[in-house]
Structures are given as C-alpha cells and as structure tokens.
C-alpha cells in the first residue's frame, strides 16, 4: 500500500517535469527573427553572381533595396561584391560598372498546428477568468525567414546591361514540435552556415 501512495505522489512530478515556458521578449522583434532574416539574407547574397570583371570598380546602388533588416542585407550584398573581386566605391561617379540590387523578399512566414485543444478561458461568476491550458496531442510551429535578391550589372559610362543575376529564393527555419503534451524537441538551420 505505501508503494502504491508513493507513485500516486511521485507520477504528477514526473509528468510536470517535461512542462517548459518561453519568456516573451522587450525587443520589438526577438533575436530568433533576427537570426532568421540575417541567415537568409546571407544565403540569398551568396548566390548573387555580378557578371562583372574581377577588378572592376563597382558601385553598389541599393535606392530600391527595401525590407526588414534592409541594411544586413546590403551590407552582405556588398560582401559578395568583394568575394567576387570587384573593387567597391561609395562615389558613384568613379564606377567602371553599377550594380543595381533589389529584394523581392525578406520577411518571416509563420506556419502553427495544433491537434489537441487550445488554451482557453472559462469565466467563473464574480471570481473572473479560470485559463484552461492548451492540451497538445501534436503541435508544430514552423517560422521561415524568407530572402529573395536580384541584381543587374550596367555600365557606369554608356548604361548598357553587363549582367543579370538570376533571383533565387533562400530560406532559413526554425521549427518546434510537442508530442502527446510534454515529448518535445526542436530544429532549426541557424548554425549551419552551409544552409
């Protein structure tokens, strides 16, 4: 009988320990959204081929470069310029060729699914709320930052087109998964700069 007791108490602490909380953050955006924008920007950059010379001076015009984290953005863009050989300058008139950049996306997409019951509140008269907690069969939440760039490479001189870069969309993700309430894990590509 004294076996039996000691489970009965034993089992709910065993069944809480796989419980876990997220602080919310005070930023206006959470380092994760970061990192999701930054790692596809940075895989976006990279597949970014100029067309241009090596050793030619390259002006970088960005005026229709727009999004979130647009400056990161830039400057990894810049980066790839410097990869590819291209001698950078901040003065547009001493530019042997322009290269012309563009987002066609850098944003985050969200993705949540939940069997199971989602948390709720039960109103109890004169005490107010009672909140019920989500109850998770299976839960995912799937978040993608999303980067797609293009470039077109003219000359500085007469304007005529050099090169275009062909856009190719880029991804990076982080992804959480909850299996019959507690069993949970996660994945993400954040530390894999090969992604």
């Known amino acids: 009988m004294m076996r039996f007791s000691a489970l009965v108490l034993v089992l709910p602490l065993f069944l809480l320990a796989g419980c876990s909380s997220t602080r919310d953050s005070h930023p206006e955006r959470?380092?994760?959204?970061?990192?999701?924008?930054?790692?596809?920007?940075?895989?976006?950059?990279?597949?970014?081929?100029?067309?241009?010379?090596?050793?030619?001076?390259?002006?970088?015009?960005?005026?229709?470069?727009?999004?979130?984290?647009?400056?990161?953005?830039?400057?990894?863009?810049?980066?790839?310029?410097?990869r590819q050989d291209l001698a950078l300058t901040d003065e547009k008139g001493q530019a042997e060729a322009i290269v012309e950049i563009r987002a066609g996306a850098l944003s985050i997409d969200q993705r949540d699914t939940l069997v199971g019951i989602p948390e709720f509140d039960v109103p109890i008269p004169l005490a107010g709320d009672l909140g019920i907690p989500e109850i998770a069969l299976y839960k995912n939440d799937m978040s993608q930052g999303v980067a797609k760039f293009a470039a077109a490479s003219y000359g500085a001189k007469d304007g005529k087109l050099i090169a275009v870069s062909t856009p190719a969309a880029t991804s990076a993700y982080e992804e959480e998964t909850v299996l019959l309430f507690f069993i949970n894990w996660s994945d993400d590509n954040l530390d894999r700069p090969e992604d």
């Open 30 to 82: 959470t380092a994760t959204e970061q990192l999701l924008l930054s790692h596809a920007a940075d895989k976006a950059a990279r597949s970014l081929d100029f067309g241009v010379a090596p050793g030619t001076k390259v002006f970088v015009e960005a005026a229709n470069f727009e999004g979130v984290d647009a400056k990161y953005a830039i400057a990894a863009i810049r980066e790839q310029a410097l």
